[in-house]
């Protein structure tokens, strides 16, 4: 997959856009492009100053890089909570603005950048934890079961040799792929229905399929609610893959992260996922897996979940 595409889909976009959001509002704290120093032009019919011609454009800059950060932040489908997203978006947009217009007291301009910038850390703070992996429990397990779609289910092609069959040659622990091409959170209701093992890894890749055929979101959110009900039992422990989402579906990152914390899932980080996918050879069409990106998927699979399976005898 096209690696400006992995920036967006990885959630990367967001702390690039954020990055560019702090050095507009540093640059917002140049007093004299942004306070009422001008000069007046020999030819001037009135007394109205004029602004030199290097405020204007340095002004131009700040809120271009700002602009700019601003898409890639919507972009990036990065779920905060709700009063932190809209101060994240109100406060710097506010700043810009009171920039467009002079003159501008000083105090002004400090006082709310210093408050945008604070904002932004926070909202750097709130990201975090869902970046990293979080630890796996003390447990052993010798199976494991895939529920996802052909990303997991493979599209046979010629020589194609999936991720789960690959991992579970590498980690001698039996995987049955229960994956099947155009799976949903919806169709996996019935994929799951024949795991009968109340002491079992289950594996979950699914919901980019959701994305791709515009399930709406209360759906969405009611059917993966359903699956991770059906899969709940104290001996089993549930990973889900973050889906790798697509701009303008942060409230489905949202619902996803959500069902992850109620249900005590463990929420494998989009960029980790993303990674697969990233690189030319990953894929066959920028979704599906090549052998590469079988073989890319298997090592993130037993990077994440090696330590709690134990080889057959």
């Keep these: 997959m096209n690696g400006f595409i992995i920036h967006f889909v990885s959630g990367d976009a967001f702390f690039s856009g954020i990055f560019l959001i702090l050095a507009s509002i540093a640059m917002s704290f140049h007093a004299r492009a942004f306070t009422d120093i001008a000069i007046h032009t020999a030819d ?19 809120r271009l890089i700002f602009m700019v950060g601003l898409i890639f932040l919507a972009l990036s489908s990065t779920p905060l909570p709700l009063f932190l997203e809209l101060l994240l978006y109100i406060l710097p947009a506010s700043l810009m603005i009171i920039l467009c217009f002079k003159p501008v007291r000083r105090k002004y301009i400090v006082t709310l950048a210093s408050l945008s910038s604070t904002i932004c850390v926070l909202s750097i703070i709130a990201e975090i934890p869902y ?10 397990f010798d199976k494991a079961y895939v529920v996802g ?11 194609e040799k999936t991720w789960p069959e690959i991992a579970a040659e590498r980690c001698h622990v039996k995987i049955t792929n229960l994956s099947q091409g155009g799976g949903t959170a919806g169709s996996a209701l019935s994929q799951v229905k024949v795991i009968k093992d109340k002491k079992a890894l289950i594996f979950l890749e699914i919901g980019g399929n959701d994305m791709l055929g515009r399930t709406p979101l209360p759906e969405y959110r009611r059917n993966m609610e359903k699956l991770l009900k059906a899969l709940q039992d104290p001996e089993r422990i549930i990973v889900m893959v973050e889906v790798p989402w697509a701009p303008f579906h942060g409230s489905f990152c949202r619902a996803q992260r959500e069902l992850a914390e109620k249900y005590d899932v463990i929420l494998v980080p989009r960029r980790i996922f993303a990674g697969v996918l990233a690189g030319k050879e990953s894929t066959v069409d920028g979704i599906h897996l090549s ?3 079988h073989e890319k998927m298997a090592k993130m699979f037993i990077d994440v979940c090696g330590s ?6």
């Design 44 to 62: 001037s019919k009135d007394d109205s100053p004029a602004i030199p011609p290097w405020k204007t454009t340095y002004r131009s800059l700040v």
């Design 149 to 159: 779609d052909s990303v997991s289910a493979g599209v046979a092609y010629k020589g």
């Design 308 to 313: 709690i399976l134990c080889p057959q005898k």
């Design 291 to 293: 052998n590469q990106g």
């Design 131 to 140: 970046q990293r992996l979080p630890p796996m429990p003390k447990a052993s």
